[in-house]
């Protein structure tokens, strides 16, 4: 039977005389509250669904396992899923590095000011691993920034494509040339990924490209990465992100990259430890 006759053999009054399901509308509720949010505490979520935290929680726990949501274990707020629905090798192996990575995140943190990010190779940009909050004023908009930073234009994206393998960054830049998106295009420039390896491995970290945004764009922010290497694999990169009006990346620089730098080293080594390979294929 096609889909076609079916609808036809389902009475229209069958259909109205259907009782819903109001597990199933207050876990739906859930997850459009926490999408509409981008990051959420349980405690604002009860008070925005009005619902009991004991079942908050037994909603939360059916999204995560279904690989809607997932907690953001630096602060404790719960946020969609990069590739919501799905849960796979990938997935799981981004969960493991988030982990791992978080003792040496949060101490970073508490040193440095400003929001801090890890984030992976996702193709030809890069997904942030448990996305930072607004600090100190720097009013980041997840729906603007998204978990998925271009690959030529943020930090985190220059950052792995000047310490990736050639092999790797060839793919990469002709996967970008044959991108449908104009800003790929835009910033795909002759010679500039050639000067961005140089710089990079001169100075040992990465800056983003603002040149892509206007002066009033919510993403007209400042940020330096370096990379988090596992033996000689490179397996992810760690931002700083800050505002021009409040400091500049020489006061960054000075300041914090030793800090960064660091952490980046101490991570890396305690995926070595753990024994993590490359990102297993989809």
């Given at each position: 039977m096609n889909q076609r006759s079916l609808n036809r053999s389902v009475p229209a009054a069958a259909v109205h005389g259907v009782k819903s399901i109001e597990s199933l509308r207050r876990g739906l509720e859930v997850l459009?509250?926490?999408?509409?949010?981008?990051a959420i505490t349980l405690g604002n979520l009860h008070r925005q669904t009005r619902l009991p935290k004991a079942t908050l929680l037994r909603?939360?726990?059916?999204?995560?396992?279904?690989?809607?949501?997932?907690?953001n274990e630096l602060e404790g707020r719960y946020v969609p899923r990069a590739s919501m629905g799905i849960i796979g090798v990938q997935?799981?192996?981004?969960?493991r590095l988030s982990s791992l990575a978080a003792p040496l995140r949060v101490a970073l943190q508490r040193r440095v000011p400003w929001p801090i990010d890890m984030a992976v190779r996702?193709?030809?940009?890069?997904?942030?691993l448990d996305a930072h909050l607004p600090i100190n004023g720097l009013a980041v908009n997840y729906r603007v920034l998204g978990f998925r930073p271009l690959m030529l234009v943020s930090?985190?994206?220059?950052?792995?494509?000047?310490?990736?393998?050639?092999?790797?960054?060839?793919?990469?830049?002709?996967?970008i040339a044959r991108s449908t998106r104009s800003l790929?295009?835009?910033?795909?420039?002759?010679?500039?990924?050639?000067?961005?390896?140089a710089t990079a491995r001169a100075q040992g970290y990465v800056t983003r490209d603002p040149s892509a945004?206007?002066?009033?764009?919510?993403?007209?922010?400042?940020?330096?990465s370096t990379p988090v290497f596992c033996g000689d694999l490179l397996v992810a990169c760690l931002s700083c992100a800050w505002l021009p009006t409040v400091t500049s990346e020489r006061e960054i620089v000075a300041a914090h990259l030793a800090d960064l730098r660091g952490a980046a080293t101490a991570i890396g080594e305690r995926f070595r430890r753990a024994g993590v390979g490359a990102p297993p294929q989809a």
């Open positions: 459009h509250t926490v999408e509409q949010a981008s909603i939360l726990k059916t999204l995560q396992e279904a690989g809607w949501v997932e907690r997935d799981e192996w981004r969960a996702d193709g030809t940009a890069m997904l942030i930090s985190l994206g220059r950052c792995y494509l000047a310490f990736c393998p050639d092999d790797e960054r060839r793919e990469i830049v002709r996967l790929d295009r835009a910033t795909l420039r002759a010679d500039a990924v050639a000067r961005l390896v945004t206007s002066k009033d764009s919510p993403e007209r922010f400042g940020a330096i």
